[in-house]
């Protein structure tokens, strides 16, 4: 799916026919077995609701992602309050969501609407209490010091 977002054959909330069509050739040649469009259909649906749920997750006070060990953090207190009203959300404590770079980068864009009118720029840079910078990123496009990338993050 990354790489069917990558090539621009995704529009809005759903792949084009070719996306659909590499996605299941893909899966056939990875595990030998066809699926049919029921069965990706299904899956989809449940992405978007571990994406919508982790999502909320992360935008509640108290947490931030972890992109070292992929996973949401918060103080216990907090997840302690958290677990009481949204029960759904124990199973992120432990594990988190390993894949939500990916879900970020196949759902976000296509759900500006309904996630509080986070775009695919703001959506791609979540909350983290453990941000790498890479100063390869950095670049100072014109000769005022005071924007120079610091390596720590704003």
């Given at each position: 799916?990354?790489?069917?977002?990558?090539?621009?054959?995704?529009?809005?909330?759903?792949?084009?026919?070719?996306?659909?069509?590499?996605?299941?050739?893909?899966?056939?040649?990875?595990?030998?077995?066809?699926?049919?469009?029921?069965?990706?259909r299904?899956?989809?649906?449940?992405?978007?609701?571990?994406?919508?749920?982790?999502?909320?997750?992360?935008?509640?006070?108290?947490?931030?992602?972890?992109?070292?060990?992929?996973?949401?953090?918060?103080?216990d207190?907090?997840?302690?309050?958290?677990i009481?009203?949204?029960k759904d959300?124990?199973?992120?404590?432990r594990?988190?969501?390993?894949?939500?770079?990916?879900?970020?980068?196949?759902?976000?864009?296509?759900?500006?609407?309904?996630?509080?009118?986070?775009?695919?720029?703001?959506?791609?840079?979540?909350?983290?209490?453990?941000?790498?910078?890479?100063?390869?990123?950095?670049?100072?496009?014109?000769?005022?010091?005071?924007?120079?990338?610091?390596?720590?993050?704003?």
């Amino acid at each position: 799916m990354v790489e069917n977002v990558r090539k621009g054959l995704k529009i809005k909330s759903t792949f084009t026919k070719v996306g659909w069509d590499n996605i299941m050739k893909g899966l056939k040649a990875e595990f030998k077995w066809p699926f049919a469009t029921e069965q990706l259909r299904n899956k989809m649906n449940k992405l978007w609701k571990e994406y919508k749920s982790f999502r909320s997750l992360l935008e509640t006070t108290g947490f931030g992602w972890d992109a070292n060990i992929r996973t949401a953090t918060a103080e216990d207190s907090v997840w302690e309050f958290v677990i009481q009203g949204k029960k759904d959300w124990a199973k992120y404590r432990r594990n988190g969501l390993p894949w939500w770079p990916k879900l970020l980068e196949i759902l976000s864009d296509s759900s500006a609407h309904g996630d509080r009118g986070l775009s695919q720029a703001t959506a791609l840079t979540p909350m983290s209490t453990n941000l790498e910078i890479d100063d390869d990123d950095c670049q100072d496009t014109d000769n005022d010091d005071s924007d120079a990338c610091t390596g720590t993050p704003k």
